[in-house]
């Protein structure tokens, strides 16, 4: 009878875990890089989600409206593969948040990187191309940012996105880390999941404008 009462204990302990933050949904943040030859698919291929928690706690950390003399509470969270050599690919976004005067949401995500192409570094077709996006509720997030690499008829696409999941919704993908998150003085709102064995990092921090 053992097994069973573990199981149960596991049940319980992981419930417990997934209560203690109170939240109607996340910040989920996806990050895919696929690689194709001759129009086809192959080569290298990957797929990271992170999630932020939007808890009262997370809220309360918006703390100043833009004025004439400041741009606000800005919530910035930035990410990617950074390469081991100078022949490596080397990509990442950036993605920033900040509350408007009338209490919306403007939201911005660029990108930049490097990918190897048949042993050309090429950098990205769209360089300087922001998405942005203006929202009510955090609940209405849904956006999405491409960078595309190509070298004649091989290439590399990496698309970062981001959207509000609610919680029942959120384990519909499989298990997604946390990601650290710093309020604006460097203290940790959340600690995070460890991310050390993951072929992408994530970062974020509030910060003042």
């Known amino acids: 009878m053992k097994a069973p009462l573990l199981l149960i204990v596991l049940i319980v302990n992981g419930f417990s875990a997934c209560a203690a933050i109170e939240t109607n949904g996340f910040l989920v943040f996806k990050v895919e890089r696929l690689a194709y030859s001759e129009g086809n698919h192959g080569g ?45 690919a080397s990509y990442g976004f950036m993605w920033w948040l900040d509350k408007t005067s009338d209490n919306r949401w403007y939201v911005h995500m660029w990108g930049h990187g490097y990918e190897n192409i048949k042993g050309v570094m090429l950098s990205s077709m769209n360089p300087s191309v922001t998405q942005s996006m203006m929202i009510k509720r955090l609940e209405d997030l849904d956006m999405s940012y491409q960078q595309s690499y190509v070298n004649k008829y091989d290439g590399v696409n990496v698309q970062f996105s981001a959207k509000f999941v609610p919680v029942k919704d959120i384990e519909a993908d499989g298990i997604i880390p946390t990601a650290p998150v710093r309020k604006a003085d460097r203290t940790m709102l959340f600690k995070g999941d460890d991310m050390g064995n993951k072929t992408i990092q994530l970062q974020c921090i509030f910060q003042e404008g």
């Open 44 to 88: 290298s291929e990957t797929t990271q989600k992170f999630k932020v928690p939007v808890t009262d706690e997370f809220l309360a950390n918006f703390k100043n409206l833009p004025s004439q003399h400041s741009s606000g509470t800005g919530f910035c969270c930035s990410g990617g593969h950074s390469g081991t050599s100078t022949n490596d």
